[in-house]
């Protein structure tokens, strides 16, 4: 089963041919570190917004219910669907939805087993900077994957911080801020990040999202990994590699063996994405990859 650290999977009912879940765009308080909250934007409560699993040639009806103060979409992100439901109401035949209204987004779903992201698309600028995305996944019926992880890169300015300091409080968000303060997997930031358990001799799949704005290029400590996926498409030919630039917009998946135990490393590389407000000691977008 996959598992997105520290952020729940979206549960679905089947009725007939049919996958239904239901979505809820809101503000939301998220703790990013111990006793340090930020006031967002998110879906069912959560920053990122829950996971969605689903099968290839699956039909799916997504209802999505706004709760913010202003109109809102969602854009299924590298998905193979119809005009009117890709969320782009400015150029598309597909509606925006008002606050207090619902829309359901019905399509068939035509791609492959991939890594994917939904996230709105009005308003961008400020609503997926307020942290509006989450994982959209086609799993594989088939997949003999030990260990299967989805983790989204994000990154975030907090105001009334000063440069430096951290204080246990509940912070707003700047959205259009350029200068980011906290970086996050999951919508949290180490060491209020989850470790990604493995046991010696396992198969481990990371896919990786970036809904931000930052590229981050990720690295793992203690072990080479093959690049096996590239915005939900099968590569012929894998990268190995310790590290991949994960750019806005983009999905990696990686995968690797677990031949090497120990408590490793899993962060990424640019140095002030490595702190909490550039405080002393490790932070941001940061976990570790743990042996068990």
Request: aromatic share 10%.
């Amino acid at each position: 089963m996959l598992i997105t650290p520290d952020v729940p999977n979206l549960p679905s009912r089947v009725q007939g041919n049919v996958r239904y879940f239901e979505l809820v765009a809101q503000p939301v308080k998220r703790e990013i570190l111990r006793n340090v909250f930020y006031k967002g934007w998110g879906y069912n409560g959560s920053i990122p917004g829950p996971t969605i699993l689903v099968y290839p040639g699956e039909w799916v009806s997504i209802r999505v219910h706004n709760r913010l103060d202003e109109d809102t979409t969602i854009h299924w992100h590298g998905l193979d669907i119809p005009n009117s439901m890709d969320g782009v109401s400015e150029v598309e035949p597909t509606p925006r939805i008002k606050p207090g209204s619902y829309f359901d987004y019905r399509f068939q779903v035509i791609n492959p087993p991939g890594t994917h992201m939904y996230h709105t698309h009005f308003n961008v600028a400020k609503q997926e900077m307020m942290g509006l995305s989450g994982g959209f996944i086609i799993l594989d019926p088939n997949d003999k994957m030990n260990r299967d992880y989805f983790v989204m890169l994000s990154e975030f300015k907090l105001k009334g911080l000063k440069e430096g300091e951290l204080q246990p409080g509940v912070y707003e968000i700047d959205p259009l801020s350029h200068e980011f303060n906290f970086f996050t997997m999951n919508g949290r930031s180490f060491p209020n990040t989850t470790p990604l358990v493995t046991c010696q001799g396992e198969k481990v799949r990371i896919r990786l999202a970036n809904s931000g704005r930052d590229a981050h290029p990720i690295h793992i400590h203690g072990h080479q990994f093959l690049v096996t996926a590239s915005d939900g498409n099968s590569l012929s030919s894998p990268l190995l590699k310790n590290t991949v630039l994960v750019a806005s917009g983009e999905t990696w998946d990686i995968e690797f063996d677990s031949y090497n135990p120990g408590t490793w490393p899993f962060h990424c590389h640019i140095p002030h994405h490595n702190s909490n407000n550039l405080t002393k000691g490790i932070g941001g977008m940061f976990t570790t990859i743990k042996y068990i």
